[in-house]
């Protein structure tokens, strides 16, 4: 017997303003906006989905799961995200050909080049 992948949870000291964000980010929908837990997914039948729970303490150091998108155009998704709020950080990548970002709640995450066909 095997798992399904229902969700991927992410801790947030604003639920569902992280929530609206990532779902304006990635084109999801938000499913639930609950005070204990608000879910987005790319479709309300569509796992897995994105949960953001409420914790009271601020992120503190490097995440140690993020996320990697791959736009189309990197360089314009890089100036949409920052332009919704997100920010460059160093996490010690050094020269690579990805960017790391940061939500607005300071998760990292990596907008990585067009993929090569």
């Known amino acids: 017997m ?3 992948w229902e969700s991927l949870t992410v801790d947030a000291r ?17 499913i639930t ?7 987005i997914r790319r479709a309300p039948d569509v796992l897995p989905g994105i949960v953001f729970v409420p914790v009271a303490d ?3 150091t ?8 791959r736009p189309a155009d990197q360089e314009a998704e890089v100036e ?3 332009d919704m709020g997100a920010r460059h950080v160093d996490v010690g990548q050094g020269d ?5 970002l ?6 990292e995450f990596c907008v990585l080049r067009e993929r090569e066909e």
């Not at 490097?62 to 998108?69: A, Q, S, T, V």
């Open 62 to 69: 490097k995440n140690r799961l993020h996320i990697d998108l």
């Open 102 to 107: 940061a939500d607005p709640e300071g998760n």
């Open 14 to 30: 604003d639920p569902s303003r992280l929530a609206h964000w990532w779902a304006e980010a990635l084109g999801y929908q938000v």
């Open 33 to 39: 906006d609950k005070p204990d837990a608000v879910e």
């Open 58 to 60: 601020n992120k503190v």
């Open 2 to 4: 095997t798992s399904v």
């Open 96 to 100: 690579v050909e990805w960017a790391v």
């Open 80 to 82: 949409r995200l920052v």
